[in-house]
């Protein structure tokens, strides 16, 4: 039986988010992340093979197609990132 969850985790990692969803009942169906260490761990450690690029060159029809995936009706994002990023800007 499939989960009755799907996600995409960007900016993956070695995977810790998407072991938190997968342990939440979420099926992981792409993942994307630029940088090769954390993609080669991330295969390893969850078992699906990352797109490993830069996400702002990467454009959603090609992560679908990449992934065989169907466009969703909703979508569960991890804000970290980009909270984390907002925060780093008002430093500077």
């Given amino acids: 039986m ?3 969850y799907s996600s995409a985790d960007f ?3 070695i995977g810790g988010s998407s072991l938190a969803l997968q342990n939440q009942d979420f099926q992981v169906v ?3 992340d630029n940088d090769p260490v954390a993609c080669n761990w991330y295969e390893k450690n969850i078992g ?6 830069d996400l702002n060159f990467i454009s959603g029809d090609s992560i679908l197609d990449h ?7 909703a979508l569960v994002l991890d804000l970290h990132y980009f909270l ?5 800007l008002r430093y500077l």
């Fill in 67 to 73: 992934y065989g995936l169907e466009r969703a009706r």
């Fill in 84 to 88: 984390r990023q907002r925060e780093n």
């Fill in 30 to 32: 792409a993942a994307i």
């Fill in 2 to 4: 499939s989960a009755p």
């Fill in 48 to 53: 699906l093979e990352p797109i490993c690029e």
């Fill in 11 to 13: 900016f993956q990692g």
